[in-house]
């Protein structure tokens, strides 16, 4: 892994995988306006890491092409000087590892799931691993979310749920989990670092109401897979054209919502 001179924040680090892929109907100015100030992400350029505020990511993005995802075992691996790749949840936290940055920020987790690069996402084995604390919303609609947890559960990982004491989806409601911890806004700030997940949901009366997106959205990630192509950008194409794009910006929404409660977690730390 390679990184180029500049920003090592100490505090928390935004994952780029959503926003690079995974937004399709929410425009950069969207993204720009709405964007917490000193919030800053990790991508990879021309085959070296960078870290970088929302302004650089978006200019990055424009004038750079052929964009890929990288998770936490590839992006130790890369060194092709002409890959440009936005990173994943592990992707981040192998970064953060390096530079000593505690917390990092997603939304939608890989997991266990009937998905070619996720039989076991490498999500779960950075989060058991990498000492590092995830603040997130929940794993994937179309993951196993009980076989997720309870794998994580089963490898030390501490998982909490913010002001909650249930997983029971992400853009869609699904069957509860019942959590073994619920982390309160007046505790969040004295949370020990390590190998945490802390949830975050998306206000149920936020997400997506039509179960039947599900179907038709593992069933393009299925047809995606089957060309090659990633899952997820696939899957996440389709639910916001059958949603007309509220998926898009539930997502972005809760992204943002989780950059707050890491703000909350490292504040004055």
Request: net charge negative; glycine share 8%; proline share 3%.
């Amino acid at each position: 892994m390679i990184l180029t001179d500049g920003n090592r924040p100490k505090n928390y680090l935004v994952e780029t995988a959503l926003l690079g892929h995974g937004l399709i109907s929410v425009e950069d100015y969207e993204i720009l306006s709405a964007w917490p100030k000193g919030a800053m992400l990790a991508w990879m350029e021309k085959g070296k890491i960078r870290i970088g505020t929302i302004e650089e990511f978006i200019t990055s993005r424009q004038e750079r092409d052929n964009w890929t995802r990288l998770d936490g075992r590839k992006v130790k691996e890369e060194c092709n000087t002409n890959i440009n790749a936005y990173l994943t949840a592990s992707g981040t936290m192998a970064v953060a590892k390096e530079i000593g940055c505690p917390v990092v920020v997603s939304a939608g987790i890989g997991g266990i799931g009937d998905i070619k690069e996720e039989r076991l996402c490498y999500d779960l084995p950075a989060l058991s691993q990498m000492d590092i604390t995830l603040v997130a919303t929940s794993p994937k609609d179309m993951l196993d979310m009980e076989g997720t947890l309870n794998w994580l559960k089963d490898h030390g990982v501490n998982i909490l749920g913010f002001e909650t004491e249930y997983c029971d989806g992400y853009i869609l409601s699904l069957k509860p989990y019942r959590l073994l911890k619920k982390l309160s806004y007046e505790d969040a700030n004295q949370l020990e670092y390590g190998c945490n997940l802390v949830l975050n949901p998306i206000p149920k009366d936020h997400r997506l109401k039509d179960g039947s997106f599900l179907e038709e959205a593992i069933r393009a990630g299925k047809e995606a897979e089957e060309k090659g192509e990633h899952y997820h950008p696939a899957a996440n194409a389709c639910f916001d054209r059958l949603s007309f794009g509220l998926s898009s910006k539930i997502q972005l929404e809760s992204l943002i919502s989780n950059i707050k409660l890491a703000e909350i977690i490292t504040e004055n730390r």
